[in-house]
């Protein structure tokens, strides 16, 4: 069973840092496409930055180059995504997702998200105040 629980979430000020953490079980992180999608209130949901371990590829969405790092660290079966000179258009709800390597590709799951009935953590807040 994949089981994904994001944390990490918070209050700051805009053109702070936060780092939020997805804990990863019941699967191999290399074997998996790990997204960061976010979703503000009555907007739909969007892909932040997408990692395949295995082959060290990511993606990153115009909003978030230069911005934003995926990272992970199979040994403890973590993805983080790492968020500096944050603005209050990243005020949202973020979440983690995973889809078999096989069946995906970083680009094609942050453009087009997973369906709700895959596999998603319960979610974190970040919220960004000017």
């Known amino acids: 069973q994949v089981q994904l629980v994001e944390f990490g979430g918070g209050l700051v000020q805009a053109g702070g840092s936060l780092t939020l953490s997805c804990a990863a079980s019941?699967?191999?992180?290399?074997?998996?496409?790990i997204g960061w999608f976010r979703q503000a209130p009555g907007k739909e949901r969007e892909g932040v930055s997408c990692?395949?371990?295995?082959?060290?590829?990511?993606y990153y969405s115009d909003s978030s180059k230069g911005r934003f790092t995926i990272s992970n660290d199979n040994a403890k079966n973590m993805v983080y995504l790492e968020m500096s000179s944050l603005k209050p258009d990243d005020t949202a709800d973020y979440y983690c997702?995973?889809?078999?390597?096989?069946?995906?590709?970083?680009?094609?799951?942050?453009?087009?998200?997973?369906?709700?009935?895959?596999?998603w953590g319960q979610g974190t807040q970040v919220t960004v105040s000017s």
């Open positions: 019941g699967f191999i992180l290399d074997h998996y496409v």
């Open positions: 997702a995973a889809t078999p390597r096989l069946l995906t590709t970083v680009q094609a799951m942050c453009v087009n998200p997973p369906t709700l009935l895959g596999s």
């Open positions: 990692l395949s371990s295995g082959d060290s590829s990511s």
